[in-house]
């Protein structure tokens, strides 16, 4: 049935599948990224289209990892010299080119470390990205639908996926189409992968803090802005990584 609590109903399942499926390579995903943290780097975070809203889990928000920055299409008109109506081309996502411009206002440093979300893993600027990535010699952690990319054509003129180049895949469980409930006419409604894989961004950042506590060491994490002390906290993190978070829309 369509409806809130049909939602809910199909949902759930699937975020149990997500969490029993994927807690080994979570795991390997957070062995990278603490790697990477441990010598100086950033967690440097890509999604288009609707997977942007992994990235936005990821970075800057309370209770998350300081060292962190998103790239974001936007960032061609924001921190580039793209004309702002690029951006109302809803084929952007499409084109290898726009991935080198992303790259290069990243200005990744060596120890840097790259996740890259996609539903579909199979658009132009995915690819061309994790391709760059992998040339730097950057660790790279995808986040996929493996149903849905595995029954679609690569875009990408090397004809590669997104999870072809990674070192690790995260599945974020959704099906093929990205949405839950189906329709008596055919079709579906209620898409589940920004539910999910804001899930695994969780839990992700919960088993980089777990190695770093294991450890004996202190994480390096977000107070939220809203509570007395934060900004103070938060800028003090922010400075030892001065010039490589980028905090602004």
């Known amino acids: 049935m369509i409806s809130a609590q049909g939602?809910?109903?199909a949902v759930r399942p699937v975020l149990d599948r997500v969490v029993d499926s994927q807690t080994e390579v979570?795991?390997?995903a957070a062995d990278l990224i603490v790697a990477s943290l441990r010598a100086g780097g950033v967690l440097q975070a890509f999604?288009?289209?609707?997977?942007?809203?992994?990235?936005?889990e990821l970075v800057a928000r309370a209770g998350g990892l300081v060292p962190t920055n998103r790239l974001s299409l936007h960032d061609l008109v924001l921190h580039g010299d793209a004309p702002r109506d690029l951006l109302a081309d809803p084929k952007l996502e499409r084109d290898p080119a726009v991935a080198h411009q992303l790259y290069a206002l990243a200005d990744p440093h060596p120890a840097d470390v790259f996740v890259v979300a996609s539903q579909s893993g199979i658009n132009g600027s995915v690819v061309?990205?994790?391709?760059?990535?992998k040339s730097g010699g950057h660790p790279l952690i995808a986040v996929t639908s493996v149903a849905h990319t595995a029954r679609v054509a690569p875009r990408h003129p090397s004809g590669h996926r997104l999870a072809d180049l990674a070192d690790v895949v995260l599945d974020n469980g959704a099906p093929y189409g990205d949405a839950l409930l189906p329709l008596e006419g055919g079709g579906a409604v209620c898409a589940v992968s920004s539910v999910t894989t804001a899930l695994l961004a969780?839990?992700?950042?919960?088993?980089?803090?777990?190695r770093f506590h294991q450890a004996g060491e202190v994480p390096p994490i977000y107070?939220?802005?809203?509570?007395p002390g934060g900004?103070?906290?938060n800028l003090a993190l922010?400075?030892?990584y001065a010039g490589r978070l980028r905090r602004t829309a």
Request: glycine share 8%.
């Open 26 to 28: 979570i795991g390997r």
């Open 223 to 227: 107070l939220s802005a809203n509570v």
């Open 231 to 233: 900004d103070e906290h």
């Open 47 to 56: 999604g288009a289209g609707h997977s942007e809203a992994f990235a936005a």
């Open 128 to 133: 061309e990205l994790a391709l760059l990535v």
């Open 238 to 240: 922010e400075s030892r």
């Open 7 to 9: 939602y809910a109903k």
């Open 202 to 210: 969780q839990l992700l950042t919960a088993e980089v803090v777990r």
